[in-house]
């Protein structure tokens, strides 16, 4: 891909994005940033809402920085609004909705799992369960167990035939996490041992990490 600077850029960041999920969060951030130069030099705009943006607020939640991850993602949606790209709104929609919702405010969040459930297509199986992930965690945390229980499972159930272990191991962590607020603790950590299995087989360090994480709370 030498000399064609989208491919270039694609392989770096998504480089990033992998270097993140191991741990390794300076090596992801120069990756990413050497993305950006290369997106920028081009004009590459709707690359560098889309999946750049993704890529590099993805590597930020791993880290930890929920609000470095919204600020790069609220970018993504008003300049994907701005120039009418609705492939890549949804899924950039649902990240930011995780990105507030991990930051607490579950009603903000809302708003953006709404825009995104109006633009995702039915066959867009990457938003479809990641927006139903959210709006699970969400609704449990407003009360509403049952229709929490059923979007967190219906998460699950759109990721599983895939090959897709990211979303797979979200999706399945989405579902121990209603689960634990819904009163189920053995059901919750038989999902976040499955998501624990996923994030290994991937080689998720951080996701495997925060998984065993919350199964330790609920053995206490």
């Known amino acids: 891909a030498q000399g064609d600077r989208k491919a270039m850029s694609a ?3 998504s480089w990033g994005n992998l270097e993140a999920m191991r741990g390794r969060f300076d090596e992801a951030r120069q990756l990413i940033a050497q993305a950006r130069s290369m997106v920028e030099e081009v004009a590459l705009t709707v690359w560098s809402a889309g999946p750049l943006t993704e890529m ?7 880290a930890g920085d929920a609000a470095a991850a919204e600020r790069e993602l609220r ?4 300049t994907l609004q701005r120039t009418g790209e609705f492939a890549w709104l949804p899924t950039i929609a649902g990240i930011l909705a995780q990105a507030i919702y991990v930051q607490g405010r579950y009603e903000e969040a809302d708003a953006f799992v709404r825009l995104g459930e109006g633009i995702a297509g039915s066959d867009d199986t ?10 699970s965690k969400i609704s449990v945390r407003e009360g509403d167990v049952e229709g929490a229980l059923r979007m967190a499972r219906e998460a699950v159930a759109i990721a599983e035939p895939t ?9 399945l ?3 121990g996490e209603v689960l634990h607020i819904a009163g189920l603790p053995e059901e919750a950590d038989a999902a976040l041992a499955g998501a624990v299995r996923l994030c290994a087989q991937k ?18």
């Open 11 to 13: 392989a770096l960041f």
């Open 56 to 62: 590099s607020a993805l590597a930020e939640l791993w």
């Open 75 to 78: 970018w993504g949606v008003r």
């Open 126 to 135: 990457y938003s479809q369960g990641l927006l139903r992930c959210v709006r």
């Open 163 to 171: 090959d897709f272990l990211f979303l797979q191991s979200f999706v």
């Open 173 to 175: 962590d989405g579902l």
């Open 203 to 220: 080689g998720f360090v951080v996701g495997a990490r925060q998984a065993r994480g919350r199964r330790r709370k609920l053995a206490l």
